[in-house]
Each structure stands twice: as structure tokens, then as C-alpha cells.
């Protein structure tokens, strides 16, 4: 970062702050990961300075030849990785891609249909504060007590509502999805049924997860998470899809384009290129069940210290953890790990009491961990490490007497923070892994 350092050095001072919080840390938040350097440098080339608004070969400027071939190349990359007959690389990121699919398929008002957000779902499912509930009818459907999704329920609102859009796929809903079941109850009514495989895709890419696309008639993406690359999306039309509507495929591309966005991200996309590249070896598919092995592992080692699992388990990347029987609110713990350099996130789990900034659980994945190269060995470690430091949280706050509805100032859990002192040797013990994994660039 020689330019950078010279031109602007408190940025470059941020970034190598940044670029060393990642170093010492173990990455478990679900939805990052570690980008390779050649993402890294499709997305810092040169192509950042190319403006390409419209579609390949269907420009609005002149000097296109090359990022044509870009795009055009990517998106056979795409089809070819996910079996599908149309993709379209140029959205933002996910949440652009998902309204564009509304864009595409629904007009204002219409009825559509997602797993709730408290129950795991996202926020563009149409989730109450969401643009997609304020222009479209939602209707979401939940979790049973078990943790799954409750289909009698997505039966019924199919039944009664009619959505003309069900989409399947969330953020903290730890079990592989049922695309077959989505897919019959959507084809009884006539609806569209999306796919949003964000958190999944590269599971599905190498082989760790069923494919949605002989289910689904769109599938959707963020290409950041387990696929490991750039911050972008993308939107997938499936043959499926085209049979139900053969115009299905331009509709999405007019959605993106002029109907929500201008100029694509060329540098993205060609980042996103390379990760797909990546994601078609041997070695990709072989990290992808890599991932799920660990995070089965790390299931059962905090099952074993009484961590109550959503669902019992995870089939996936992440784990959802309910504190309720800790008495911590997911803050607490979520910030008390980052001092131990453990970094997940706070999370509400299905029928919290509690409100969603103070909720009552935890998420926590493996995506980056296993791009370091930790296996199983490490995931015991880790599940004990968190063990420890939450048991050591717990008394610490019944020796200063603080409540859970104490905890949710923060000043009171950076007291229970300081008081605890065993983070500061779990912190030194993650940072022995960290050096034994160091973040690798190469693969």
C-alpha cells in the first residue's frame, strides 16, 4: 500500500489496523469470509475506472470491449457453476438482487411471503420495517418451537393469501433448506418461488448443500459469504423459471437495469469471476464440507457444555445459540468474546422475550476459520474456550449482582467485561491459533 501510505495516511493506517484485527481474530461471524488475493486484485484493478451501464454488447458508452468480455465471461462462469440457463452479475449487493426480483415479478400491493426475521428470515423478505413490506402485502411464516419451519403454516397462508412471490432462504435459520416442499406449495397456487441462497451458496457450489435450482424458478446470492468473494450479488433465472415465464430472464434484467440500478461494478464483477473460478475446483469442494464439518463438530462440543442450540444442531455454516438458560443477553456475551478475540454476533432466536438490540442469543459460523485452514481439532478448542468465558461472565455478574435488565446499558457489561478475568487468557491462547492459521492469500 505504498500509494495509499503516501496519499492519505490515516486511511492506510486504518486499513493495516484492520488488516491485523483479522490476523489476531477468529472471523465467526456467518457471513464473512476471506477473500483471495486474486479477488483482492480484480476488485482493486483498474476496471474500477470504467463506467458500463446497460448489458454486454448493449452499451450506453463507447471503450466497452473488454469489460463485454468480462461480463460476459462471468456470467458463463455462473451458469455453468449453478446449472442455470440466465444470470445476471450486476447487482450491488443482495438486498438490490432481492428487489429487483420484486421488481421483476410483482406489482405494488401484491401478496408476498418469507420467514419472519425474528424467526431467522431477512429483512427483504418482507419483514415489517423492509421497503418490500411497505410497497408489497407480507405475510411471513414462521418457526416451530423446534426450530424448523412450520410448512402447516406456509400451507395455510398460500391457501388463504395467494402470494405471488415465496421465497425461501434467511440468515440465522441453522438447517439445510427444504427447496422440494417450497417448491410444491408455490406450484399449487401459481406463485413465483425465490430462492435467496446469500449465506449458502458456496455450500451449494461445492457440494454441501441440494442445489434449489430444479426447485426454485429465481434463485438469488450475495457472492461475499461462503462463496468467499467480492461484495457483490447475483440473480439466477432457472429452466424452471423460463418454463413458467419465458420472458422471466429479460424481466430480471430490466429490473436491475434501468428499473433499480445504473452502472454496474465492473471491478466487482470481475471479482466475483474469480471466485467462481475458484468455487469450480476440487479444492473449493473440499473447503465447502470442510466448513460443515467443523461447524457439526463445534455444535456438538457446545451442546456438551449446555449451550441450548436452535434446532438442535446445525446441517450448515452457522450455529444459532439461545442464552436463556446462561441468563446473558446475547450483548454481553457477543462483546465479552471480542475481548477474547472471538468475534460473532448478537442475534434474537425464535420467540425471544427479549428486543431485538437486546436479544437473547448468539450466531456464530465457520466460513473464515475454515478458509484459515482450522478443522475439527480447532472447533473443540473454540467450543471451550466459549464455555469458559461464559461461565467465567455468569459469575461475574452474580458477584456484582447485575441483572439482565442491568446488562443492557453498556457501561454495566463493560464492568462485567473488566471483572472477568479469564478473558484475558483465553485472548492469549486464541492468539496462538490465529498465529498457527495465519490468514493465507494464496488459495
Request: glycine content about 8%; some cysteine.
Amino acid at each position: 500500500m505504498k500509494y495509499l501510505k503516501k496519499q492519505d495516511k490515516e486511511i492506510s493506517d486504518l486499513i493495516k489496523k484492520e488488516t491485523k484485527r483479522q490476523e489476531e481474530t477468529l472471523m465467526m461471524i456467518p457471513s464473512e469470509n476471506i477473500a483471495s488475493s486474486a479477488v483482492e486484485e480484480a476488485v482493486g484493478s483498474s476496471l474500477e475506472n470504467k463506467y458500463a451501464e446497460g448489458y454486454p454488447y448493449k452499451r450506453y458508452y463507447q471503450g466497452q470491449k473488454n469489460v463485454d468480455a468480462i461480463e460476459t465471461l462471468v456470467i458463463e462462469r455462473a451458469k455453468k457453476l449453478f446449472n442455470v440457463p440466465h444470470a445476471n452479475v450486476q447487482p450491488y449487493s443482495g438486498s438490490p438482487a432481492n428487489f429487483a426480483v420484486y421488481n421483476a415479478v410483482c406489482e405494488p400491493r401484491d401478496v408476498i411471503s418469507g420467514l419472519s426475521l425474528p424467526d431467522g428470515g431477512h429483512l427483504t423478505h418482507g419483514w415489517k420495517v423492509s421497503a418490500t413490506a411497505k410497497y408489497f402485502k407480507s405475510y411471513p411464516y414462521h418457526v416451530l418451537k423446534n426450530g424448523l419451519i412450520d410448512f402447516d403454516e406456509v400451507k395455510k397462508i398460500a391457501k388463504k393469501y395467494k402470494p405471488k412471490l415465496i421465497w425461501c432462504g434467511a440468515t440465522a435459520y441453522p438447517r439445510e433448506f427444504p427447496f422440494k416442499e417450497f417448491s410444491k406449495i408455490a406450484d399449487s397456487i401459481g406463485a413465483y418461488f425465490a430462492a435467496d441462497i446469500s449465506h449458502i451458496a458456496g455450500l451449494v457450489a461445492g457440494g454441501a448443500h441440494k442445489s434449489p435450482v430444479q426447485f426454485a424458478h429465481i434463485v438469488t446470492t450475495t457472492t461475499h459469504k461462503t462463496l468467499r468473494g467480492p461484495r457483490g450479488a447475483m440473480i439466477l433465472v432457472t429452466k424452471k423459471g423460463l418454463k413458467k415465464d419465458p420472458e422471466l430472464a429479460d424481466k430480471i434484467d430490466k429490473a436491475i437495469f434501468p428499473g433499480l440500478q445504473g452502472g454496474p461494478h465492473i471491478n466487482t464483477i470481475a471479482g466475483i469471476g474469480v471466485a467462481l473460478k475458484e468455487a469450480s475446483t476440487p479444492k473449493f469442494k473440499k473447503y465447502a464440507k470442510q466448513i460443515v464439518k467443523n461447524a457439526k463438530v463445534l455444535a456438538n462440543e457446545l451442546k456438551k457444555y449446555g449451550f441450548d442450540l436452535i434446532s438442535g444442531g446445525t446441517d450448515t455454516h452457522l450455529l444459532l445459540i439461545d442464552l436463556r438458560n446462561k441468563r446473558i443477553l446475547g450483548n454481553t456475551l457477543a462483546e465479552a468474546l471480542e475481548e477474547a478475540s472471538i468475534v460473532i454476533n448478537k442475534n434474537s432466536v425464535p420467540f425471544d422475550t427479549n428486543p431485538p438490540f437486546y436479544p437473547s442469543g448468539i450466531r456464530m459460523g465457520t466460513p473464515g476459520i475454515t478458509s484459515r485452514g482450522m478443522k475439527e481439532k480447532e472447533m473443540v478448542l473454540i467450543a471451550k474456550f466459549i464455555s469458559e468465558l461464559t461461565l467465567a461472565v455468569s459469575e461475574t455478574k452474580k458477584k456484582l449482582g447485575i441483572t439482565l435488565e442491568d446488562e443492557r446499558k453498556r457501561s454495566i457489561r463493560a464492568q462485567i467485561i473488566k471483572n472477568t478475568e479469564v478473558i484475558t487468557a483465553i485472548r492469549k491462547k486464541v492468539l496462538g491459533i490465529c498465529k498457527r492459521f495465519p490468514v493465507k492469500k494464496f488459495y
